[in-house]
Nanobody, 115 residues
Framework: QVQLVESGGGLVQAGGSLRLSCAAS????????RRWYRQAPGKQREFVAL???????KYAASVKGRFTISTDNAENTVYLQMNILKPEDTAVYYC?????????WGQGTQVTVSS
């Protein structure tokens, strides 16, 4: 059974940092694209970052230069290091991966940035 479990969210002041983790189980993830999305209150879920199996990363324009996505394939974990956080980064953050053509999501972790 595929499971994605996020952790690391919390309350932080603007300018601060957080590191989110997404632990995956139930499949081999080292050969898959791993993604982070976020959803702010009253808004649609939006793409944040992805990392490919070869380690290439892409970012949304709003987070580029502040967020870094990485993986620890030995542990099937993907990370999102978030620096210089802004109040507009406040959202529930989700990790996502496709396994055998099916999309899997974690339960999300809340990030709140106070001004």
């Amino acid at each position: 059974q595929v499971q994605l479990v996020e952790s690391g969210g919390g309350l932080v002041q603007a300018g601060g940092s957080l590191r989110l983790s997404c632990a995956a189980s139930g499949s081999i993830f080292s050969d898959k694209v791993r993604r982070w999305y976020r959803q702010a209150p009253g808004k649609q879920r939006e793409f944040v970052a992805l990392i490919t199996s070869s380690g290439s990363a892409k970012y949304a324009a709003s987070v580029k230069g502040r967020f870094t996505i990485s993986t620890d394939n030995a542990e099937n974990t993907v990370y999102l290091q978030m620096n210089i956080l802004k109040p507009e980064d406040t959202a529930v953050y989700y990790c996502q991966a496709f396994v055998d053509g099916q999309s899997y999501w974690g339960q999300g972790t809340q990030v709140t940035v106070s001004s």
